[in-house]
């Protein structure tokens, strides 16, 4: 048991706002937007920490926040960092069997380096230690037991104690055949556009482009509450070194696990017009176990015209850019079919929801189409700025 702790996670840029109400959902709790893919929330017993780090679809990473200073971009900044560090709470963390690691990141023009700031924020750690416990800490920069992170976001400086560890909640261990596929996105943009399109497991959900099945499998997942990290728990830096021993994971993950609704059967389809990524696809459901309630198909989305009219409620895709998947040329005309297409087989109010950066052709094909844009919002995806577009019958 410990006190008021804040909590700090992050996300993808654009879709903050979605991810702090999804941590709100899970906490019951106020949760803050603390700036671009930044998340904070306080919380009594580090449990509530794990229930996002094991949930949360939308969140990258989860961290205990054990200092914040602000920066003005000049080297006096270091000094700052190294006092904040070297003051904060850290010594519970470690013990003289650990070694340990700072990762850095840095956004913004500053005077320095991210290396300038591991190194200056890892001496401050082992000067900690040395003070308060008279040993030096081990330094391990490959396999470290305990992990920490330096953030310099602009004019922000955060020091945290990792509970995700190396691989991010993004890669939730069910994408094995991710190397099959050059564009396949990210789980955690098809998780938000199924947010966006109020998913809930009683509609007919498509995606005639489904690729390696993301968006159809997450939104399985979500249908039966299966965890984003269900398949990730060993390798949740949380469970290799717990914080604190007296932690208890085994409860809220059996907790977690027992609310998983595996009998249930949402109806999903999925086609691609290439088999090798449909074969992907089922690969992947069978992995997280979610290969029962999606109809993974090779079909052409050209044929879908001739299917029953008014019988999808949504379709949620990722179409081709021609930037790395499809020739720049057929891409406009795959685009005319997609809406043609939606405006066929949506139900009334059925909506249609896509991310793509072609969005004067989105704003002109739901107008011809008349499938007006009710939402829509930037994101990035890798270093594309891309727009999700939601659009409704
Ligand atoms: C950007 S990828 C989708 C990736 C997918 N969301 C995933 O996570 O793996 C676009 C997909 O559209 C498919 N595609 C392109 N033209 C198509 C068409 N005319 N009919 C059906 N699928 C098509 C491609 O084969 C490709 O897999």
Redesign the pocket.
């Known amino acids: 048991m410990i006190r008021m702790t804040t909590i700090f996670a992050t996300t993808s840029s654009g879709i903050e706002d979605l991810a702090a109400k999804e941590i709100q959902e899970i906490l019951g709790k106020k949760v803050y937007i603390d700036g671009p893919g930044r998340i904070t929330f306080n919380v009594n017993k580090l449990e509530e920490a794990v229930r996002v780090l094991y949930l949360a679809r939308l969140v990258k990473r989860v961290m205990l926040k054990l200092a914040a200073v602000s920066l003005d971009g000049t080297q006096n900044d270091l000094k700052k960092m190294y006092d904040a560090v070297n003051s904060s709470d850290l010594s519970s963390f470690l013990t003289s069997k650990d070694s340990f690691a700072v990762r850095s990141k840095r956004v913004g023009k500053h005077e320095y380096t991210s290396i300038d700031v591991s190194r200056v924020t890892g001496q401050a750690v082992i000067d900690r230690i040395i003070k308060e416990k008279g040993y030096r800490q081990k330094v391990d920069l490959d396999k470290p037991d305990v992990i920490f992170r330096s953030y310099v976001l602009y004019d922000c400086f955060y020091f945290a104690l990792d509970l995700t560890g190396d691989t991010s909640l993004e890669r939730r261990g069910y994408r094995t055949e991710v190397h099959l ?1 050059p ?3 990210s789980p955690i943009l ?1 998780a938000c556009m199924l947010r966006l399109t109020g998913w809930n497991g009683t509609q007919v959900l498509l ?9 159809c499998i997450e939104a399985a997942c979500m249908a039966r509450k299966i965890p984003a990290a269900y398949l990730r728990k060993s390798s949740l830096q949380v469970v290799k070194r717990p914080p604190s021993p007296s932690l208890n994971l085994e409860h809220v993950f059996n907790e977690l696990d027992t609310k998983i609704e595996w009998h249930r059967k949402p109806f999903i389809i999925g ?4 088999e090798k ?1 449909i074969r992907g ?1 089922r690969k992947h459901a069978e992995k997280i176990i979610v290969h029962d309630t999606i109809n993974f198909n090779v ?4 044929d879908y015209i001739i299917d029953q009219q008014g019988s999808i409620d949504l379709i949620v ?5 021609g930037l790395r ?2 020739h720049p040329k ?1 891409v406009e005309a ?1 685009y005319h ?1 997609l809406f043609k297409v939606a405006h066929h087989l949506l139900t009334d109010n059925g909506k249609l929801c896509i991310i793509t950066p072609h969005t004067k052709l989105v704003e002109t094909l739901s107008e011809k189409e008349n499938l007006p844009v009710k939402h829509e919002r930037w994101v990035k995806y890798g270093n594309l700025n891309v727009k999700i577009f939601m659009c409704e019958k």
Request: glycine share 8%; aromatic share 6%.
């Open positions: 596929h564009a396949s996105l098809a995606d005639p482009m489904c690729g390696l099945g993301t968006i086609s691609d017009i290439k990524y696809a079909k052409k989305l050209e895709s990722n179409p081709p850019y998947v499809g057929k795959v079919t």
